[in-house]
């Protein structure tokens, strides 16, 4: 989740969690009566609230499952009841935001990965910034693409194919075209990440096609799954890199099938957005000062997977 501004521009990528502050608390901060009340029961304080988060998540994608393990995480240790959904339509997920404004939660935290759908939704909880966005909590997916793409051109990268897997996503394309200004013969190929044997198919008849491609980022770990079955289906040399992490991606750093991921940290994402929400509720806390927390990019690769693998497996990592 991120934490500072959303530009429609995409300065700054939108495919990890922004926080936003919806309906203030209607005693001005101070914690709702919760006698009664079935709205969490954490370990720390009971606080009665109720948090909103609306995601786009496409199921089967791993990442998201860490999203919410964070949340849910520090939705247990302030009491709040946290109301979780998801959509991958634009619109189907501008109607969920406005759905959670509609039943006056406390607190919304959402993705906002179509901007130009999403964005009046948004602004009716919060008139803030280019689209009602308070906080932000996240990486900045050009900066993360345009690292990516400088290690592939010091290892001598010439011909790099970046994966889309989901049409006309601002982080996605935010990534791939952050590589290409590092890595200028990087060339994209969209592919329907929601179905696994299209996506192997797909990028083993481009490989089949082109055997200068020696290297391939994929956006999600899932797809480096996927990738690695098609380069060896289609007896490629090309070398694998990816964004975020899962256990069989981890296990495949280490064992050499993948380079290295930039991972963004989505647990930390999940949890401080919700953490974020609790304080400025309860206190008019501001973490950042208005600016962006960034969980990323931080780079995952032979030198750390042995510390790292084990948190993968935990779904904390």
């Known amino acids: 989740m991120r934490k500072t501004r959303v530009r429609t521009a995409g300065a700054l990528a939108v495919v990890a969690v922004v926080a936003v502050a919806a309906t203030a608390c209607s005693e001005g901060g101070k914690p709702k009566d919760v006698s009664g009340s079935s709205g969490g029961g ?70 906002l990965d179509a901007p130009d759908a999403e964005a009046e939704s948004v602004k009716g909880a919060v008139d803030y910034q280019d689209v009602g966005a308070q906080m932000y909590f996240g990486s900045d997916e050009k900066l993360a693409g345009e690292t990516a793409g400088q290690r592939i051109t010091d290892d001598g990268g010439q011909h790099t194919l970046c994966v889309i897997q989901d049409e006309g996503s601002v982080a996605l394309e935010t990534r791939c075209a952050g590589v290409k200004n590092t890595s200028s013969g990087t ?5 329907n990440g929601a179905d696994d044997s299209s996506v192997v198919s797909s990028l083993q008849a481009k490989l089949s096609e082109d055997d200068s491609i020696d290297y391939i980022v994929t956006l999600g770990a899932p797809i480096a799954l996927d990738a690695l079955q098609a380069i060896d289906a289609a007896g490629s040399d090309a070398k694998l890199v990816t964004f975020d992490l899962n256990t069989d991606a981890a296990k495949a750093i280490k064992d050499g099938s993948i380079e290295f991921s930039i991972d963004q940290q989505p647990y930390v994402q999940g949890y401080l957005a919700v953490t974020s929400l609790y304080l400025n509720v309860k206190n008019g806390n501001d973490i950042g000062g208005g600016g962006p927390v960034l969980t990323g990019p931080s780079f995952v690769d032979a030198s750390n997977i042995d510390a790292i693998l084990p948190f993968t497996e935990n779904g904390t990592r």
Do not use: C, R
């Not at 969920?96 to 919304?108: C, E, K, P, R, T």
């Not at 060339?187 to 592919?191: A, G, L, P």
């Open 42 to 111: 954490g370990a720390g304080d009971n606080s009665g609230y109720t948090i909103a988060m609306i995601t786009h998540e496409t199921p089967g994608d791993t990442f998201w499952d860490k999203i919410k393990s964070g949340a849910q995480q520090a939705a247990a240790n302030y009491g709040i009841d946290l109301k979780y959904s998801n959509d991958p339509d634009p619109g189907q997920h501008a109607t969920l935001i406005q759905n959670a404004i509609d039943s006056h939660v406390d607190g919304i935290a959402t993705t």
């Open 187 to 191: 060339e994209n190929i969209q592919v």
